[in-house]
C-alpha cells in the first residue's frame, strides 16, 4: 500500500514558467513533508519542507502548499530554469513515530525546456 | 556534496553471492539509514541504527542485514543474492534518532548493485 503517491511519473515545463509537482498521501499521522531533488548518478539532495502546521512555506523560487484536509501538497517553482530538470521526490515522515524513517513517493520527472 | 560516503559506487556480482555496502556518515550524525530504490519504484525504507543500535526496521528482507559501528560508519550486507536485488542502495544520515521539525536527513550518492 502506497502512503506517498506522486501520480505524475514526469512533467515537462517551458523555461521561465511555473512547474507544479503534486502529491499525495494517505496516513494522517504524517506530520512534516519533505521534497528531495535527485539529478542522475546522485543521491537525493534535500530542497525543501513543511511541517503539518504550516499550510505554506516558501524559500526563493520554491513553495510547498500543504492541503491537510485533502491529504495532498505540491511543490511550486518559479520561474522553472533548465537547472531545475531532475526527479523530484515527495516524502513524509511521522515524528511520533521515535524514528526518521522518510516514506517516498516514486517521483516525478521534471523537464525544464530551454 | 552531502558529506555522507558510500562504497562501492557500482558493484556487480552474482545470484547467490554476498555483498557489503560501506555508509560513512556526516561527521558528528549519530543516525545511519539505509534506502532501496528499485527500478521505477520510490525509495524504500530499510532500516535505521543510532550510535550503534537498530533504532528502526522497515521492509528488509531476512537475507539482508546491517550494522552500525563505533566509528559509526555503517555497513549493509545482502546475501543469497537474487535478481531483483539489483537496486540503487541509498545511505543517509542525520544528528538525531528521531526527526524534529526542521531536520532532513542527508543522503549519499548511492550504490548500484547489479545482480546477475
Known amino acids: 500500500d502506497q502512503q506517498v503517491k506522486q501520480n505524475s511519473p514526469s512533467l515537462s515545463v517551458q523555461e521561465g514558467r511555473i512547474s507544479i509537482l503534486n502529491c499525495d498521501y494517505t496516513?494522517?499521522?504524517?506530520?512534516?513533508f519533505l521534497w528531495y531533488k535527485k539529478y542522475p548518478a546522485e543521491g537525493p539532495t534535500f530542497l525543501i519542507s513543511i511541517s503539518s502546521i504550516k499550510d505554506k512555506n516558501e524559500d526563493g523560487r520554491f513553495t510547498v502548499f500543504l492541503n491537510k484536509s485533502a491529504k495532498h501538497l505540491s511543490l511550486h517553482i518559479v520561474p522553472s530554469q533548465p537547472g531545475d530538470s531532475a526527479v523530484y521526490f515527495c516524502?513524509?515522515?511521522?515524528?511520533?513515530?521515535?524514528?526518521?524513517?522518510?516514506?517516498f513517493g516514486k517521483g516525478t520527472k521534471l523537464s525544464v525546456i530551454p | 556534496d552531502s558529506g555522507v560516503t558510500q562504497t562501492p559506487k557500482h558493484l556487480i556480482t552474482a545470484t547467490g553471492q554476498r555483498v557489503t555496502l560501506r555508509c560513512s556518515p556526516r561527521s558528528g550524525d549519530l543516525s545511519v539509514y539505509w534506502y532501496q530504490q528499485s527500478l521505477d519504484q520510490g525509495l524504500q525504507f530499510l532500516i535505521q541504527y543510532y550510535n550503534g543500535e537498530e533504532r528502526a526496521k522497515g521492509n528488509i528482507l531476512e537475507r539482508f542485514s546491517a550494522q552500525q559501528f563505533p566509528d559509526l560508519h555503517s555497513e549493509l550486507n545482502l546475501s543469497s543474492l537474487e535478481l531483483g536485488d539489483s537496486a540503487l542502495y541509498f545511505c543517509?544520515?542525520?544528528?538525531?534518532?528521531?526527526?524534529?521539525?526542521?531536520?532532513?536527513?542527508?543522503f549519499g550518492q548511492g550504490t548500484r548493485l547489479t545482480v546477475v
Open positions: 543517509a544520515s542525520s544528528p538525531f534518532m528521531t526527526g524534529g521539525f526542521g531536520t532532513e536527513a542527508f
Open positions: 516524502a513524509a515522515r511521522d515524528s511520533g513515530a521515535g524514528s526518521y524513517q522518510l516514506t
Open positions: 496516513n494522517s499521522m504524517f506530520d512534516y
